[in-house]
Nanobody, 118 residues
């Protein structure tokens, strides 16, 4: 079992930055890739990006390339989502997830709200 707890969300003005954290615990937390998803009101959940267990492989959705960066600190069992040049359309609940592949996510956090004002 893996537990994931996100933090770092909040209200920021357009053009600003935020860093989200996802603290993981559990037996397989270090061996799984970690991903970030988001869900805006009235919209489906969408993939933001993923980092491999070793941190050497990264995938990003096109709409965040160049603005968001995912990193992980395995010593702290924590994954980060550094967001910059934020836009109002980035407003959403952001979730971290953990799983063995890019299409399998077995564990999810509770989410953290990010609100970008114009």
């Amino acid at each position: 079992q893996v537990q994931l707890v996100e933090s770092g969300g909040g209200l920021v003005q357009a053009g600003g930055s935020l860093r989200l954290s996802c603290a993981a615990s559990g037996r397989t937390s270090r061996t799984y890739g970690m991903a970030w998803f988001r869900q805006a009101p009235g919209k489906e959940r969408e993939f933001v990006g993923r980092i491999s267990s070793g941190g050497d492989t990264l995938y990003y959705a096109d709409f965040v390339k160049g603005r968001f960066t995912i990193s992980r600190d395995n010593a702290k069992n924590t994954v980060y989502l550094q967001m910059s040049s934020l836009k109002p359309e980035d407003t959403a609940v952001y979730y971290c997830a953990s799983g063995p592949s890019t299409t399998q996510y077995h564990y999810w956090g509770q989410g953290t709200q990010v609100t970008v004002s114009s």
